[in-house]
T-cell receptor
Framework: GQQVMQIPQYQHVQEGEDFTTYCNSS?????IQWYKQRPGGHPVFLIQ?????EVKKQKRLTFQFGEAKKNSSLHITATQTTDVGTYFC???????????FGQGTILTVHP | DAMVIQNPRYQVTQFGKPVTLSCSQT?????MYWYQQKSSQAPKLLFH???????NEADTPDNFQSRRPNTSFCFLDIRSPGLGDAAMYLC?????????????FGPGTRLTVT
């Protein structure tokens, strides 16, 4: 089945530093979604990327979809303590609208 | 506000004692999903309903069953919980069965098996 590798598994940063998490697939993806899960919370949809080479921004967050639609990244500029949580990529392209989740990157921000 | 609601938020059951978790939604979405999430892991899809059409993931144990009596409600039944079934159970919905639709997650039910 479809697999999505997400790295790093953990990232510890000082407040104000940048953060990036990467997702990679061996197969072409139809789309990729990003979710954030706060500690003790549930996944919350952030954004979806569909087009090759697509770049979307949400304030300090920048999302990219690779030209070959096999990889994606989420970059946070100048992290804040409110950015703490686990960031998941979730790839579409399989049957029944199933999303294949990456393993997630746990972000810790030290004040 | 339209939302996904899960009850109870915390459930303790004994080894082998059947338990039912519930999910309701006011979004009027066609698809409802059940995920199992263990600590520091990604959500693992157990099954989903597309309207009344039930779809089981190949690796979901037979111990897990689901019911969707109407559009708004969906239940997860664990017939004989084992210690390995302790986890967060997340219900999610999406408007339709296409991966380009975002999924809306409920707050989850944390299941403890003693």
């Amino acid at each position: 089945g479809q697999q999505v590798m997400q790295i790093p598994q953990y990232q510890h940063v000082q407040e104000g530093e940048d953060f990036t998490t990467y997702c990679n697939s061996s197969t072409t993806l139809s789309n990729i979604q990003w979710y954030k899960q706060r500690p003790g919370g549930h996944p919350v949809f952030l954004i979806q990327l569909v087009k090759s080479g697509e770049v979307k921004k949400q304030k300090r967050l920048t999302f990219q979809f690779g030209e070959a639609k096999k990889n994606s990244s989420l970059h946070i500029t100048a992290t804040q303590t409110t950015d703490v949580g686990t960031y998941f990529c979730a790839a579409g392209g399989t049957s029944y609208g199933k999303l294949t989740f990456g393993q997630g990157t746990i972000l810790t921000v030290h004040p | 506000d339209a939302m996904v609601i899960q009850n109870p938020r915390y459930q303790v059951t004994q080894f082998g004692k059947p338990v039912t978790l519930s999910c309701s939604q006011t979004l009027n979405h066609n698809v409802m999903y059940w995920y199992q999430q263990k600590s520091s892991q990604a959500p693992k899809l157990l099954f989903h309903y597309y309207d009344k059409d039930f779809n089981n993931e190949a690796d979901t144990p037979d111990n897990f069953q689901s019911r969707r009596p109407n559009t708004s409600f969906c239940f997860l039944d664990i017939r004989s919980p084992g210690l390995g079934d302790a986890a967060m159970y997340l219900c999610a919905t999406s408007r339709d069965r296409d991966s380009t639709y975002e999924q809306y997650f409920g707050p989850g039910t944390r299941l403890t098996v003693t």
